[in-house]
């Protein structure tokens, strides 16, 4: 399911380290679903129709692994799983370019805030910098705030924007 593909990295100043996935980490990883389909989400979908969402998501996503993709976990101190990014190539939706593409990242929720997702996404960076990417896209529920600002923080910019309306 997963490859080993680079060394584990202890970011200097932290505490948190970022390492390969591997099998004994798949129960944590489909274990954060419920924290991916309790995002903020569009009214007119319930948390019912987001859990299966992201059921199939993650299975689809997380069971199509290749050594062209990227699956990190976040670890504390206490050698804690405190969360993952999961990254693949994609292509780009305007000039068909091959790019990076996270399409996971997510944190248990008492990790957010002390700078494992930030560590995650920069190595996501590192990631698709590496295979010669220009870009790296991801995908956000619109009502999801803080997960927006976190990426126009990291200057992720909006490329389209998709407009829904309930009938």
Known sequence: MFNRQSQSLVSSGSEITIRDADESDRDFLFGLAPRLAGVPRPEWHTLAAMEEFQER????????T????LTLVAISADAERLGYIHARPGKDGISDEPCGHVAIIV??????????????????ERWAKAKGYRLLSLDVFADNRRALEFYLRGG?????IRLVKPL
């Open 57 to 64: 998501y993650m299975a689809a996503t997380l069971g199509n």
């Open 66 to 69: 290749t050594k062209a993709t």
């Open 107 to 124: 944190l248990k929720e008492d990790a957010e805030g002390h700078g494992a997702a930030g560590k995650l996404m920069q190595r996501a």
């Open 156 to 160: 992720f910019q909006p490329e389209t």
